[in-house]
């Protein structure tokens, strides 16, 4: 199994009987990469904040799951960049005396980076064996993954249901190939034990 994160398998998707389609996937999921709103992003496509967690509850460990994952990573490090600034150089904060700023000092908060950091880790993705084709994305990996939603099969199972029958496909056709060698070999030696007689 060997696809490129750049290279998404092209199918055609079967109409959606709950309205989500490529489309509005597509759209849900740009717009939660940039706002990390699933009530902004749902109310963008056209469908409710609901039916967003219904899909990604029925497609759990699929590409739209996985493409959701990494939308809200998109941003995560920027996030995490600023907390650790915040705990590293603190934040002003002023001091006033009946109404008049007297002066500032410094507040230094490391609870706020450990949490960020640690919550980090609950946006990684379960592990995949190396021949799943989820094995092939990382968790961050937002725009190949939003590329798979929207030119892939909507199921992993039917991106590896796709690959084995091209695959049997193609070993047909050696099969077929091999055989009219053997044949055409096969007619040779009879011919050639033929005239030794």
């Known amino acids: 199994m060997s696809t490129d994160k750049g290279t998404a398998l092209t199918t055609t998707h079967a109409t959606r009987h709950d309205g989500w389609t490529v489309a509005r996937q597509s759209l849900f999921l740009r717009e939660l990469a940039a706002s990390h709103s699933v009530k902004r992003a749902a109310k963008a496509a056209g469908m409710s904040r609901q039916s967003a967690y219904g899909l990604r509850a029925r497609l759990k460990g699929e590409p739209f799951d996985l493409a ?87 199921t992993w199972r039917e991106e590896i249901r796709a690959e084995r029958e091209a695959e049997y496909a193609e070993d047909e056709g050696d099969a077929e190939e091999a055989g009219a060698e053997e044949t055409d070999g096969g007619a040779a030696r009879a011919v050639s034990v033929w005239r030794a007689y």
């Open 68 to 154: 959701w994952t990494a939308a809200l990573r998109c941003r995560f490090d920027a996030l995490a960049e600023a907390a650790m600034d915040r705990a590293l150089n603190g934040v002003e904060v002023p001091h006033f005396y009946r109404g008049e700023l007297v002066g500032t000092s410094r507040r230094y908060d490391e609870r706020l980076t450990v949490a960020l950091l640690a919550m980090r880790e609950r946006f990684r993705g379960p592990q995949r064996f190396s021949s799943h084709p989820a094995a092939a994305f990382d968790a961050e990996d937002f725009g190949p993954l939003l590329a798979r939603v929207e030119t892939g099969p909507e």
